[in-house]
């Protein structure tokens, strides 16, 4: 009888860390979905006016950093659906027994990809402000990569997270 409680006991305690875990997956894909908009937003309307006529789309790094972020920003809104569908019914929107690999390749993908494209684009910026000096293109600019920094840093998070799930998971 003593066993049978100690087991419950640690079911329960199980039970509570999932549902902590996939609150916490769910907040950091909110985070990657809200930056990942900001990012891509706020560099698609980075085009300014007057003898210059500069836009982001006459720079393949900020291509770059716009096509990624619009990736991640789909990915990472189908993701917080999921997580959420599955916090109110306690199924997933599409069940298979890759789902685990899935999520923690993608997230994996997604987050190497976001520094690659950052790490590009704020080197474009660093690029124009040496040659030019500061203006409103490269603030807008410096602003839509500090955000696909941050949508780094919470893909890395969620990274960690699917990992988890992944080691933990039940495969049988």
């Known amino acids: 009888e003593k066993r049978s409680g100690v087991a419950v006991a640690s079911i329960l305690r199980r039970s509570k860390r999932d549902v902590m875990v996939n609150r916490a997956a769910l907040g950091f894909r909110v985070c990657e979905v809200i930056l990942c908009l900001i990012s891509f937003s706020v560099m ?83 690029d124009w402000v040496s040659n030019w000096g500061r203006d409103e293109f490269t603030e807008m600019a410096s602003a839509s990569v500090g955000m696909s920094f941050l949508a780094f840093a919470a893909f890395a998070l969620s990274s960690l997270i699917s990992g988890y799930n992944l080691c933990n998971h039940n495969f049988a």
């Open 44 to 126: 698609a309307a980075d085009k300014t006016q007057g003898w210059s006529g500069d836009s982001f789309d006459r720079y393949k790094e900020y291509r770059y950093c716009l096509s990624v972020t619009v990736i991640a920003f789909v990915y990472s809104g189908f993701q917080a659906f999921n997580l959420a569908y599955h916090l109110i019914t306690g199924k997933h929107v599409i069940s298979h027994h890759l789902r685990y690999h899935f999520d923690f390749s993608m997230d994996q993908i997604l987050a190497y990809l976001l520094i690659s494209a950052s790490s590009s684009a704020a080197t474009r910026v660093d």
